[in-house]
């Protein structure tokens, strides 16, 4: 069964490759069939030319950017050489409303086209908006960032955000839902901007309680320039969620249930009502998922001149269960100044039951112990984010200043009981241990942005951030003594752990283009405050340290098709709080045998990262090679050692250094009418140095990573998606993580003018999502398996619903009457 189903990968993988080089190949040799545009832009009150307006070209089906250019002092642009196809053009201007014609055809008949002016009114009311998010391309690229649209990718309706994640290029999560960015798990993930309680190192199972119906869209920073704050070595991961925000005055929203195999659960609800004083959006999610998990360790010990093997077999059971409440208002105050206030909340409950089987084997092979140790934890939480902005438009375009203000607050209250029983030999008083810790997380973000406009291309940003987080985390560690018939206080592990944490920054940028050279120079300063106390001894410790972290990013334009950018930052990675903490505990990897302890000495470790990409648009493709490199020292890492026969102590040191030098390849491309292919393949090589803390651990290998999505356009109003990944081997200082795959499908039919949607989805459907690592270290070498639920289905039902949404059709088809005598045919909104 096996052999079958990692031959059918195979054959999906080559069919694929040959696919995306038959596109290429086909995309290559078109035609240069093309057109030209012309138009102006106006000041709508006055009639003023306007200069500077960023005027985009986007392909109707898809919304896909094509060209891009600024009007010039007399308010004109020209679009030339633009492929054969029909378009919808935007213009717009900071301090001005966006204006979007629709209807404009490029066609053998229709080689030139002559736009009536463009106006741009400033107020808070957006005229000729089209909508066009069902058709949103599922790759945008920006200068700065990749934007990865969710609502087209139909394999992850009725997933969770985690899942997500695993479809994003670059980003690996592990079978603890640990998430890493080109291999490094240094990357800073945010929610709506701000950190919301995802700093932690359990923010991998809070993601899983997120539905994913909640995202609108997940942006990969890989290279941030110094406006953003510099925390996470790697990069930045920022999930947008949903405001349903409509360009057109009145409500709209939608309904989604999920069912899937294996108990799991999850609906949403969301909705829009705006006039043209206020926007009042909200949402709210449920999600209710069970995850069941089994997982093989086995572990040879060396000890005096002695050998030991031990094997567990384990199995376990999870049950995550989450409420997500969004509501938001912004207020237009009047045409400058624009007033929003939003509020997050998620409550949630985890419970788990795992149990193992450990057998310990002597030298001559023999069982000399064998014990089952069985695991029921019960956690509960619950997370506000408050966030008041301000926004204040000037006169002058693209002068604006901004200030937001956030609070979080995460409370959670979590119980485990441990309680192994003995086979060989018998002990009478098995261990029997609760653990019960109540955390309690605050922090207040402060932020101010000003950008100052010199010329169109010209600008200044400037800024401050000042955040204030406070950690307290009281652990009581509970031993049953049997004599006494009651538990009684461990004394040895139980403590009370606070950590606080101040940055402050300051950044400046300057902005600026000389024809088709473009350039952006960065710096910013923070200052870090750490302070953490231990109460249970008095134990304090205190690090303080201000560093620069500067940023520079040149781009050049080699076509009207295609760009070059070369971009540096320096980042940080800080250790988080369960890193620090000095006290040993039971490691999620299961069992009283495997121990997790913090670090206090820990220092951060700083990264500096190089990127060079290519950005190539052609008629029915975007092709985007990069090349990175990232050099971090002081690497924070896991380090595993056998503290007696049958027992590990996993815990946290500085690495000498580690680099990671590679390329990736993006491809976008739509090769037929009925065909989207999204592909992505990264190569690049990981060496990592930790020679200071044992001699010879020197590692490093080649790791690569392919996906690739096929999207296909049925009749009748249905899509088919098909979505595979795989990952080449990783290495780590101590050993090395097999190689992983995982196949996904979906089936979706749209109904009632695509207001109702039915999706089918198949996850894992060879199941091959195992994951399997190998680590050696001084007196052990280890091998250990985990799987988590892997062929599962699923059921999405979603229904739109509202006022139908302006979408200035008719405007647009006046304005080119002239030269597009079928603008709207073959037009879907």
């Known amino acids: 069964m096996k052999f079958l189903k990692y031959t059918a990968l195979r054959i999906y993988l080559i069919i694929v490759i040959f696919l995306l080089l038959g596109a290429l190949s086909g995309i290559l040799q078109a035609q240069d069939n093309t057109g030209n545009i012309y138009g102006s832009v106006t000041d709508k009150s006055s009639g003023a030319p306007v200069e500077g307006a960023d005027i985009t070209l986007n392909r109707i089906k898809d919304s896909s950017l094509v060209k891009g250019t600024q009007t010039d002092a007399s308010g004109k642009f020209i679009l030339k050489d633009v492929p054969f196809g029909r378009y919808y053009i935007k213009a717009n201007l ?184 206020f926007n009042l959006f909200g949402s709210y999610g449920y999600n209710s998922n069970q995850m069941k998990s089994g997982g093989l360790n086995e572990r040879y010990n060396y000890i005096n001149s002695e050998s030991y093997f031990t094997k567990e077999t384990s199995s376990g059971k999870r049950r995550m269960q989450g409420h997500m409440l969004k509501l938001g208002l912004d207020l237009y105050l009047d045409q400058m100044n624009t007033l929003g206030f939003s509020v997050n909340y998620r409550n949630s409950k985890r419970s788990r039951n795992d149990i193992a089987n450990d057998l310990v084997y002597g030298q001559d092979g023999a069982i000399t112990s064998q014990f089952y140790n069985t695991t029921f934890s019960d956690d509960k939480g619950n997370n506000i984010d408050l966030a008041l902005n301000y926004m204040l438009k000037f006169k002058t375009p693209q002068q604006v200043f901004t200030a937001d203000i956030s609070y979080s607050s995460d409370i959670d209250d979590d119980f485990t009981n441990t309680f192994e029983t003995y086979i060989t030999p018998i002990v009478p008083e098995p261990e029997n241990r609760n653990e019960t810790t109540k955390e309690n997380d605050k922090a207040l973000i402060g932020e101010l942005n000003y950008t100052h406009p010199f010329s169109k291309d010209a600008k200044l940003e400037t800024g401050y951030r000042g955040s204030y987080k406070k950690r307290d985390i009281d652990f009581i560690s509970e031993l049953f003594d049997y004599t006494a018939n009651s538990y009684i206080i461990d ?66 334009k080699l076509s009207k098709t295609s760009e070059l950018q070369l971009s540096y930052s320096r980042r940080v990675n800080r250790p988080r709080f369960r890193q620090l903490n000095p006290f040993a505990s039971i490691s ?42 990232r050099q971090t020292t002081d690497e924070i890492a896991r380090t595993r050692s056998l503290i007696d026969s049958i027992t590990t102590l996993t815990t946290f040191v500085n690495y000498n250094k580690s680099k990671s030098y590679g390329g990736e390849l993006i491809l976008n491309t739509q090769p037929v009418k009925f065909w989207t292919l999204n592909g992505t393949f990264s190569y690049y090589k990981t060496e990592v140095d930790a020679t200071n803390i044992g001699s010879g651990l020197i590692n490093s290998s080649y790791v690569w990573s392919t996906r690739a999505s096929s999207t296909f356009t049925l009749p009748a109003d249905l899509s088919l998606q098909l979505s595979y990944f795989h990952r080449g081997k990783n290495v780590t200082a101590q050993g090395s993580f097999d190689p992983f795959s995982m196949f996904d499908a979906a089936l979706k039919k749209d109904f009632f003018d695509k207001r109702l949607s039915l999706t089918f989805r198949v996850s894992d459907v060879f199941e091959t999502a195992k994951f399997k690592a190998n680590i050696t270290g001084t007196g052990f070498s280890e091998t250990f398996e985990r799987t988590h639920d892997q062929r599962n289905f699923f059921l999405n039902l979603s229904y739109r619903f509202g006022q139908p949404e302006k979408k200035g059709m008719d405007k647009g088809k006046k304005r080119n009457n002239d030269n597009n005598n079928d603008a709207d045919d073959g037009m879907d909104f």
Not at 251 to 271: C, H, W
Not at 518 to 543: A, D, P, Y
Not at 598 to 625: D, K, R, W
């Open 588 to 629: 999620m990897m299961g069992g009283t045998n495997n121990l997790m302890q913090g670090n206090p000495e820990l220092n951060p470790e700083f990264t500096n990262s190089f990127e060079l990409s290519y950005i190539h648009y052609f008629p029915f493709a975007t092709v985007t090679p990069v090349l990175f490199f």
């Open 94 to 277: 900071v301090g001005y409303n966006t204006s979007v014609i629709s209807g404009v055809n490029i066609n053998p008949n229709i080689l030139t086209v002559n736009l009536d002016p463009i106006n741009l009114s400033t107020g808070n009311t957006t005229t000729d908006e089209i909508i066009v998010e069902s058709e949103k391309s599922q790759i945008e690229f920006r200068p700065d960032k990749k934007v990865f649209n969710i609502g087209k990718n139909i394999t992850t309706q009725g997933s969770s955000v985690i899942d997500l994640l695993k479809e994003i290029p670059s980003v690996t999560v592990d079978q603890d839902n640990n998430i890493s960015l080109r291999g490094s798990e240094g990357v800073k993930i945010m929610l709506d901007g701000r950190p919301s309680g995802l700093d932690g190192s359990n923010r991998g199972d809070m993601l899983a309680q997120i539905p994913a119906t909640q995202v609108e869209s997940i942006e990969l920073i890989t290279n941030p320039s110094a406006k953003y704050e510099a925390e996470g070595s790697s990069g930045i991961i920022n999930i947008v969620l949903k405001k349903t925000e409509n360009t057109g005055l009145g409500y709209n929203g939608t309904l989604g249930l999920n069912f899937g195999t294996g108990d799991k659960y999850n609906g949403q609800m969301s909705f829009t009502l705006k006039n043209k004083k």
């Open 491 to 556: 004394n040895n592990t139980s403590n009370n752990f606070i950590y606080k944490e101040q940055i402050h920054a300051l950044y400046a940028i300057y902005t600026n283009k000389i024809g088709d050279f473009g350039f952006s120079l960065g710096t910013r300063v923070e200052q870090t405050i750490i302070n953490g106390e231990l109460r249970n001894n008095n134990q304090t410790f205190e690090k303080s340290y201000i560093d620069l972290f500067p940023s520079v990013s040149v781009s050049q």
